[in-house]
């Protein structure tokens, strides 16, 4: 599987293109099992922390996403300073540290906080994986790592509730906590043996609040970097809002509780296999054209369902259908939007992926929580609000690029970096 790579600045091994899209999946793995992991053992911990009410059971998960989203900010910049790999190691350090505090606490308010911790240290995971793809890949051939490395994430949300059962099977909801600090430790041990150091040495920032404000500065007024960030945010928008209202929809809208994981995991698919494909048709056809017909596509068949929806009764099997297709084309738009917002940002990769990603996070956040909250025992506010998701983000794309639609770039155009001063 060649790669077009950027020459590795700085001195170690070189692991070839096979392991560096393993490596980079699995860190961003890490993230995935600590949220989906945890939704099998959350009646047992309620249970042995005395909290009967399922929604403050929840905050094992919330806390965990608000942490997620509060320090990206801090880890980009760290890495854009002192390099990648060191700030790596030090985020998933902490990340097996608080995974152990998590598994040894003794109440709730204590396991929450843990949480928050942990989710704050993975966030070395989103914000640098993304940033180290930057550093070594360009154009067409990092839009492929991207969809590699994406198609793992998507599949763990699949696998981890499972895991997560499994676990509970031969011991305590401790034990998942525990699995995931040793899952840390082997992912800590092989970055730290086989990955070398990606921040080129002309790239190098200091501290400085001047620079990190003229970094960010610069992410939040490429005309490139922010539109496709904001279309992505619409975009993962929709996501958080399907993972919020899928349960729902499914036990009060189709009555169907036991179909739950079969439709979870009919839905999570598409979307790793559309990630497999886009890897291989995007050094085909180009980085604009297969993200830019990704996004049209997937306007196109959230306001369809939601037309079905709304002019007659579907059945379950449709709406799964659906949904599958509406997350095949997800697949398309969301890895190569993120590679085009990053596209320019090569000189500032490491703060740039944290602004993007906050905004990403908590945008989406943001807009998942409304959509979700307007459930009425209809699946029509989640599809309508899933649709306009789709349609701003077509909306978006266009007007970000609007002489480049489905272009065809040359790989040494999509190299193309903004000049830092």
Same mark, same amino acid.
């Given at each position: ?8 600045? $700085? ?32 009646? /047992? ?61 003794? #109440? ?34 990092? /839009? ?88 992505? #945010? /619409?975009?993962?928008? $929709?996501? #958080? ?53 990704? #996004? ?71 807009? $998942? ?53």
């Amino acid at each position: 599987m060649p790669f077009t790579s950027r020459h590795l600045p $700085g001195s170690g091994p070189r692991p070839g293109s096979r392991e560096t899209v393993a490596l980079l999946a699995g860190l961003m793995a890490l993230n995935a099992f600590a949220i989906d992991a945890m939704i099998p053992a959350l009646p /047992a911990i309620g249970a042995d922390l005395g909290v009967a009410d399922d929604n403050r059971r929840q905050l094992v998960v919330v806390a965990y996403m608000f942490g997620f989203g509060s320090t990206q900010l801090i880890w980009g910049p760290l890495a854009d300073r002192f390099g990648r790999k060191p700030i790596l190691a030090a985020g998933i350090g902490l990340y097996a540290v608080f995974a152990t505090l998590c598994a040894l606490a003794w #109440t709730f308010p204590l396991l929450v906080l843990a949480r928050a911790l942990q989710g704050a240290s993975a966030a070395v995971t989103r914000v640098l994986v993304v940033a180290m793809v930057r550093d070594l890949f360009e154009g067409e051939a990092m /839009a492929r790592v991207m969809s590699l490395v994406f198609m793992v994430f998507m599949l763990v949300p699949v696998l981890a509730p499972s895991v997560g059962q499994l676990i509970l099977l031969v011991g305590e909801w401790e034990a998942i906590f525990g699995v995931l600090a040793a899952y840390a430790l082997i992912m800590l041990l092989w970055s730290l043996r086989r990955l070398p150091e990606t921040l080129h040495p002309e790239y190098r920032r200091s501290l400085s609040f001047r620079d990190i404000g003229q970094a960010m500065r610069l992410t939040l007024t490429e005309r490139q970097s922010l539109g496709y960030t904001l279309a992505l #945010t /619409a975009v993962f928008g $929709g996501l #958080t809002a399907y993972i919020a209202s899928i349960q729902q929809i499914v036990f009060d809208v189709f009555d169907a509780p036991a179909a739950i994981g079969l439709v979870f995991a009919a839905v999570a698919a598409p979307m790793a296999v559309a990630s497999f494909i886009n890897s291989r048709v995007v050094g085909i056809f180009g980085l604009r054209r297969v993200g830019h017909a990704g #996004t049209f596509a997937f306007a196109i068949v959230t306001v369809s369902h939601a037309l079905i929806a709304t002019a007659s009764g579907e059945p379950l099997w449709l709406f799964t259908l659906m949904q599958a297709l509406a997350m095949f084309t997800f697949a398309f738009c969301s890895s190569n939007m993120g590679t085009l917002a990053m596209e320019r940002m090569g000189a500032i990769a490491g703060t740039a992926s944290s602004v993007q990603g906050v905004i990403g996070t908590i945008g989406g956040a943001m807009i $998942g929580l409304v959509i979700g909250q307007s459930f009425n025992g209809t699946q029509l506010p989640f599809l309508w609000g899933f649709a306009i998701c789709g349609v701003i983000s077509a909306v978006l794309v266009v007007a970000t690029e609007p002489r480049r639609l489905l272009e065809r770039i040359p790989p040494k155009v999509a190299g193309e970096e903004l000049p830092i001063g």
